[in-house]
């Protein structure tokens, strides 16, 4: 494969991404990085700059993807700050390097944080799930694998469904679980001890941006007295919001929303599909991460010592 181009599996990672074939901001985050280290592997040139412009162009690819789960730009962030080298075999070896050591970081900061997020669940708890978060499920699966019983009732998370995915997991790891219609919400937050979400981007003021819908149970959660909790590894830290960039909430296409038939039946409306919304840090109580649990107001800390004060675009043309 020429400098110039994406490798094949590239292509083929950038639309799994936007068509969610790929999904959940950790799997997108490793499945980035691991395209990346595939450019490098199949860049075939001596020139050291056609190189690393190759690897810049594969990296812009995937960033234009999705634009609100974080992970992505850090994870090309992660391996794209570590590319160096004077010739082509040393660059090559970087990349591929970086990526490998990007999702083994991954892997381990999800046990890490499953075990903090598991310390705060008790015996018997029944927890209430909002869509398909890996780090969510690593907190419930820690705490089962503690020995403590836990219940699932599991919203079934509209328009994708993606409840359906964390139900199958749960009743994989030996949890009970009741699926729900998002609007049963509130209803069942009576019976609930503990709601536990995941994130697609925490911003500067632990803001928690997460799959549409987390925001108005929060709030009913508030309203119930009932614990929330945000299972976040660092990659979902948001670096720009540092400097008072807001995050962009992904409009997804209306067909999700409804099918093509009764939209025509209905007549002349407008239909609109955000995927995320944001809950503000007053309504969420903590942000569990690999390096402990946080205040949603202190995560700027982690997120400063974490990121600094500077966000790059490495895979911008220079
Ligand atoms: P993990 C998902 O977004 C959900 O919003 C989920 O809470 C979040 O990513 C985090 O997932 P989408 O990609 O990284 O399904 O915890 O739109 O797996």
């Given at each position: 494969?020429?400098?110039?181009?994406?490798?094949?599996?590239?292509?083929?990672?950038?639309?799994?991404?936007?068509?969610?074939?790929?999904?959940?901001?950790?799997?997108?985050?490793?499945?980035?990085?691991?395209?990346?280290?595939?450019?490098?592997?199949?860049?075939?040139?001596?020139?050291?700059?056609?190189?690393?412009?190759?690897?810049?162009?594969?990296?812009?690819?995937?960033?234009?993807?999705?634009?609100?789960?974080?992970?992505?730009?850090?994870?090309?962030?992660?391996?794209?700050?570590?590319?160096?080298?004077?010739?082509?075999?040393?660059?090559?070896?970087?990349?591929?390097?970086?990526?490998?050591?990007?999702?083994?970081?991954?892997?381990?900061?999800?046990?890490?944080?499953?075990?903090?997020?598991?310390?705060?669940?008790?015996?018997?708890?029944?927890?209430?799930?909002?869509?398909?978060?890996?780090?969510?499920?690593?907190?419930?699966?820690?705490?089962?694998?503690?020995?403590?019983?836990?219940?699932?009732?599991?919203?079934?998370?509209?328009?994708?469904?993606?409840?359906?995915?964390?139900?199958?997991?749960?009743?994989?790891?030996?949890?009970?679980?009741?699926?729900?219609?998002?609007?049963?919400?509130?209803?069942?937050?009576?019976?609930?001890?503990?709601?536990?979400?995941?994130?697609?981007?925490?911003?500067?003021?632990g803001?928690?941006?997460?799959?549409?819908?987390?925001?108005?149970?929060?709030?009913?959660?508030?309203?119930?007295?009932?614990?929330?909790?945000?299972?976040?590894?660092?990659?979902?830290?948001?670096?720009?919001?540092?400097?008072?960039?807001?995050?962009?909430?992904?409009?997804?296409?209306?067909?999700?929303?409804?099918?093509?038939?009764?939209?025509?039946?209905?007549?002349?409306?407008?239909?609109?599909?955000?995927?995320?919304?944001?809950?503000?840090?007053?309504?969420?109580d903590a942000i569990?991460?690999?390096?402990?649990?946080f205040p949603p107001e202190s995560?700027?800390?982690?997120?400063?010592?974490?990121?600094?004060?500077?966000?790059?675009?490495?895979?911008?043309?220079?």
């Amino acid at each position: 494969m020429y400098d110039d181009q994406l490798a094949p599996a590239v292509e083929e990672t950038a639309a799994a991404i936007a068509s969610m074939e790929i999904r959940g901001a950790a799997t997108i985050a490793a499945g980035a990085a691991e395209a990346l280290a595939t450019q490098a592997r199949e860049t075939e040139t001596d020139d050291p700059a056609a190189f690393r412009s190759s690897i810049r162009a594969a990296a812009r690819a995937l960033r234009e993807t999705r634009p609100t789960a974080v992970s992505l730009p850090n994870a090309l962030r992660y391996v794209l700050q570590r590319m160096e080298g004077r010739d082509v075999e040393r660059l090559r070896r970087t990349v591929v390097d970086a990526s490998e050591e990007f999702v083994r970081q991954l892997d381990r900061a999800q046990e890490d944080l499953g075990q903090v997020g598991a310390n705060r669940l008790a015996d018997g708890d029944v927890v209430m799930t909002h869509c398909h978060s890996t780090d969510a499920l690593a907190c419930i699966e820690a705490a089962v694998e503690d020995g403590k019983e836990i219940e699932a009732i599991v919203k079934e998370t509209r328009p994708r469904n993606q409840g359906h995915i964390t139900a199958e997991q749960l009743r994989e790891a030996g949890v009970p679980v009741t699926l729900i219609v998002d609007s049963a919400a509130r209803r069942y937050l009576d019976a609930v001890d503990h709601v536990v979400v995941g994130a697609d981007s925490i911003a500067a003021d632990g803001g928690v941006i997460n799959k549409i819908g987390t925001s108005g149970l929060a709030v009913n959660a508030r309203e119930r007295g009932v614990p929330i909790m945000t299972a976040a590894q660092t990659i979902k830290l948001h670096p720009e919001t540092l400097t008072g960039h807001t995050v962009e909430i992904e409009m997804r296409d209306e067909t999700e929303v409804i099918d093509a038939e009764p939209r025509e039946s209905i007549g002349e409306i407008a239909v609109e599909n955000p995927a995320f919304d944001v809950t503000p840090p007053r309504y969420m109580d903590a942000i569990v991460t690999e390096h402990g649990q946080f205040p949603p107001e202190s995560i700027v800390t982690l997120m400063r010592e974490l990121f600094g004060e500077v966000a790059e675009e490495p895979w911008a043309e220079p």
